[in-house]
């Protein structure tokens, strides 16, 4: 919390320094609190008093501290140009030289002109020493008062009956003598309620406008010390909002970086950060005090460019089929312009650079506007959501834009525009990124429908998403092949469109079987199925070959079910023959890396499908292997006849066969 300035005026001297008590903000940090701060704020109403100063005086003897809210010396002052006239000698000036009288809040750069008050009036009107004087007529109720002063351009010097209360920077009667601030400063003093004299001293030289700009106010210790934590406590409100935002977003582009909209949103939040830090409170000046102004003044421009730089970039991310790249190189390159000639150039130089990119800014949000409209009506995904936070956004500032100019006298509202815009677009990011995952979901689900999970997790301990071409495992496995028996003959029976449907009818038949014994499809080859069964499965389930064969047998049955809608419908029945081996194959992936596919290769594979091919030839239903029956335990369940010992084609050593005879 800044300090207060205090001194006595009048008969009672008091040299002692009030300093007003920390403020202990707590969970004001906490946005659901700071938002229920802010509305309270917004409530808080009361009764104005109803003056104005005429011909350097303001009346106040009706003024009543407990109804009337802080008063704000509007009006008219007296004004003494090219001189800082001392307070105690006021009197005898005024009576030997008649003053101008300016209004404020307001600038000199008017009277500069019409008036020729400087050999540089014309090219620079804000470049001016002088004194501003009000005599206040006070209430009668003595007691502490104070009075802040938002800023004024661009340092200066309080006085109260004749006694230093404050001073901002360090005048001069040039530019080199001369140190400009720009920070709220409030000085309290002892009014023992009888009239009191203000003189404020001011020398400009680095701002393109000079004089008392901003209002000025006056109210009692408590009043000031109040106004003072709620404007710091707002301030703080933005920047703690527009940091944890920022903060959320780089979080979203670190768990997925291609979103790259999700960087320019929190970069550009962050330049909001130190461009508001570095405004209205100034709260960058007391975070670090050393900071000179021309540091300020360079952070606070660039970060000025830089928001509206990476809020450009984030539209562009959003929707680059309606924000052209045209508009954002065009941003891009006068702000990039802007950024390298502000620290180059002379604080009144660089002041006066900005109302042409302010110009820049405008112009861009508007067709920023105009195309996210054009969005909008494309029925673009969250273009109006994003489209209001511009609108308000771009209200708020071309409200600041006139208070910055001294045509309004209000309050700063584009930091809150600004929240209100960042707030709309994290939440459009925050659903743009919850799609996404969704999506990412569903696609997870859908490739899980071509490549089983199993398949894919035995060939890789990484992510899924991770898989690449190459990646593979060796083990032992059980492969169940199984084909239709005569399918030429009756894909010419069948249409296109019948020939699908009544395929998928087998398959589905046959995936659910292979399902409920713990086995996965690899693989579909035309009518062929291709199954595989680990021992992955429960320790009480049943081992792979046992768990095979049970499928096997299943599979027959569940095709005299499915046969008897194929019948109904008119369409011929299904034969099937299935072969079943046990042995190493090898998993992974091949192809190539835009193109991959999932396969298990190896002998076993082979075998099992010759065996399937022989159950044409033996004229059975099913050919299991002497590998596969020799993992069977003693009494087993099954029905065997062993059919001999045959060669198979590719393998030097015949293989025995067996008949899985059905019940």
């Known amino acids: 919390m800044r300090q207060l300035t205090s001194r006595r ?43 104005a100063a005429e011909s350097g005086v303001i009346d106040l003897a009706n003024w009543e501290p407990e109804l009337h809210s802080l008063v704000s010396l509007d009006g008219q002052w007296s004004f003494y140009p090219n001189q800082f006239v001392p ?68 340092a200066y010097q309080l006085w109260v009956d004749g006694n230093l209360i404050t001073s901002v920077g360090q005048i001069g009667n040039d530019e080199a003598t001369t140190v400009p601030l720009y920070v709220p400063r409030s000085a309290l003093f002892y009014c023992a309620g009888e009239p009191i004299s203000v003189v404020i001293h001011i020398a400009n030289f680095h701002h393109r406008d000079g ?52 960087l320019y949103f929190a970069l550009g939040s962050l330049s909001v950060v130190f461009w508001h830090a570095s405004n209205n409170e100034h709260l960058l000046h007391d975070i670090y005090p050393p ?12 970060s000025f460019f830089g928001s509206t730089s990476f809020f450009a970039l984030f539209l562009r991310a959003m929707y680059p089929t309606y924000y052209p790249r045209l508009l954002v190189a065009a941003v891009l390159s006068v702000s990039t312009i802007y950024a390298i000639l502000v620290p180059l150039v002379s604080m009144l130089t660089a002041n006066r650079l900005i109302p042409g990119f302010q110009v820049v800014t405008v112009v861009a949000s508007l067709l920023s506007v105009a195309l996210l ?25 071309l409200h600041d834009l006139m208070y910055s100019h001294g045509l309004l006298q209000t309050m700063w509202l584009s930091p809150y525009g600004l929240v209100f815009f960042i707030f709309i677009m994290s939440m459009t990011i925050s659903i743009r990124f919850k799609k996404s995952f969704n999506h990412i979901s569903d696609l997870k689900i859908g490739f899980e429908k071509f490549v089983p999970k199993r398949f894919l997790m035995r060939i890789t301990d990484e992510d899924l998403s991770r898989i690449e071409l190459g990646n593979a495992r060796e083990e032992e496995i059980v492969v169940l092949f199984s084909d239709i028996r005569g399918f030429t003959a009756i894909s010419e029976q069948l249409s296109p469109a019948h020939l699908l449907e009544y395929l998928n009818m087998y398959f589905l038949e046959m995936a659910n079987v292979v399902k409920r014994h713990g086995g996965f499809i690899d693989k579909y080859i035309g009518d062929a199925v291709m199954a595989l069964f680990d021992s992955d499965e429960p320790q009480d389930s049943l081992p792979p070959n046992q768990r095979a064969m049970r499928a096997a047998l299943e599979m ?37 890396e835009f193109r991959m596919d999932s396969t298990a290769l190896g002998d076993t594979v082979n075998i099992a499908a010759r065996l399937e091919g022989l159950t044409k030839q033996y004229q059975v239903p099913i050919i299991i292997s002497g590998t596969v029956l020799a993992q069977l335990p003693p009494n087993h369940e099954f029905s065997i006849r062993e059919i001999g010992t045959v060669p198979i084609h590719g393998k030097q050593l015949p293989v025995q066969i067996f008949e899985l005879m059905l019940a």
């Open 87 to 154: 307070a105690d000698e006021l009197d005898e000036h005024s009576a030997t030289a008649s003053p101008f009288y300016l209004r404020v809040p307001g600038t000199w750069n008017q009277l500069v002109r019409s008036e020729n008050l400087s050999d540089r009036a014309a090219s620079q009107p804000g470049s001016l020493i002088g004194t501003y004087h009000l005599v206040i007529d006070m209430p009668n109720r003595p007691g502490i008062y104070g009075l802040r002063l938002q800023s004024a351009l661009s």
């Open 9 to 51: 005026v009048g008969e009672k001297p008091l040299c002692c320094k009030e300093t007003v008590p920390p403020l202990k903000l707590g969970p004001a940090w906490i946005l659901a609190f700071s938002f229920v701060l802010t509305g309270a704020i917004g409530c808080r109403q009361q009764q104005r008093l109803d003056a």
């Open 373 to 397: 409209v054009r969005a909008v009506l494309a029925k673009a995904p969250l273009a109006g959501y994003i489209a209001c936070g511009v609108v308000v956004f771009l209200a708020t500032f």
């Open 211 to 262: 004089g008392l700009y901003r209002k000025i106010l006056l109210g009692t210790d408590q009043q000031l010390i109040a106004q003072e934590r709620l404007s710091v406590a707002s301030d703080m409100f933005v920047l703690a909002s527009v940091t944890m935002l920022a903060g959320y977003q780089l979080i979203h582009f670190f768990c997925r970086r291609q979103e790259l909209a999700s």
């Open 556 to 592: 027959h049955g569940a095709l005299r079910e499915l046969n008897q809608r194929l019948v109904a419908r008119g369409w011929p029945e299904i034969r099937i023959g299935v072969g079943i081996h046990f042995g190493p194959v090898v998993m992974g992936t091949v192809g190539a």
């Open 291 to 302: 900071l000179s102004s021309r540091a300020g003044q360079i952070i606070d421009y660039c």
